[in-house]
């Protein structure tokens, strides 16, 4: 199995440019999250989404959006980046114990984003 | 919304003193979720507590959820360098599935 896939590892963009960041995950989690890292900000939640179709707005959504078309997979894409936006980004799945009751959260292994 | 507090930011130590980074959150939580991060890496899931005054053993790391389950704490009993890192800990947000990070506690060990 190879858990949690994120692509691309590395990016460099332009101000204004979009980008679409791709989850991957291969546990048929229901659960699947964005966060961003930055130095000394630890990790804050971007969207979230419980289920195939469904997505919610996390701590700092402002400037992101995200689909989840299929269960497998969660996109974040940027559609005018900004260099506010260069960060580590994480994408992390887990399974549901029970209502609101999250399981231990996967993680990909980040993907970092230059906004130049 | 709900916050989740860390500290310290930053802990050094000497190779075999005992360390100990405490999470505080503004309301009381379902459970608690505790990571590492090792330097580059991606966060790796420690524990979970669920039970009001909760106590977990792994070998030298305990981990306690307070009996109003508002506070968590991670001790770690002669540090080794093998334990450098950033420890998180994790809530949900409101009985949600939206889980809330702390800062995080970032750990240097001076061999």
């Known amino acids: 199995n190879a858990g949690v896939t994120q692509t691309p590892k590395f990016r460099v963009l332009k101000t204004g440019q979009s980008m679409t960041l791709l989850c991957a995950q291969d546990m048929n989690h229901e659960y699947m999250y964005w966060y961003r890292q930055d130095p000394g900000m630890g990790l804050r939640l971007i969207h979230y989404s419980v289920g195939e179709g469904t997505t919610a707005k996390g701590e700092v959504p402002d400037g992101y959006n995200v689909s989840r078309l299929k269960k497998q997979n969660f996109l974040l894409g940027l559609e005018s980046a900004a260099p506010s936006q260069t960060s580590v980004y994480f994408c992390a799945s887990s399974y549901e114990r029970g209502r609101f009751f999250t399981g231990e959260l996967f993680f990909g292994e980040g993907s970092r984003l230059t906004v130049l | ?111």
Request: glycine share 10%; with cysteine; charged share 20%.
């Open chain 2, 1 to 111: 919304g709900q916050q989740v507090m860390q500290i310290p930011q930053y802990q050094h130590v000497q190779e075999g003193e005992d360390f100990t980074t405490y999470c505080n959150s503004s309301t009381t939580l379902s459970n608690i979720q505790w990571y590492k991060q090792r330097p580059g890496g991606h966060p790796v899931f420690l524990i979970q507590l669920v039970k009001s005054g909760e106590v977990k053993k792994q070998k030298r790391l305990t981990f306690q959820f307070g009996e109003a389950k508002k506070n968590s704490s991670l001790h770690i009993t002669a540090t080794q360098t093998t334990d450098v890192g950033t420890y998180f800990c994790a809530g949900p947000e409101g009985g949600s599935e939206k889980l809330v990070f702390g800062k995080g506690t970032k750990l240097t060990v001076n061999p």
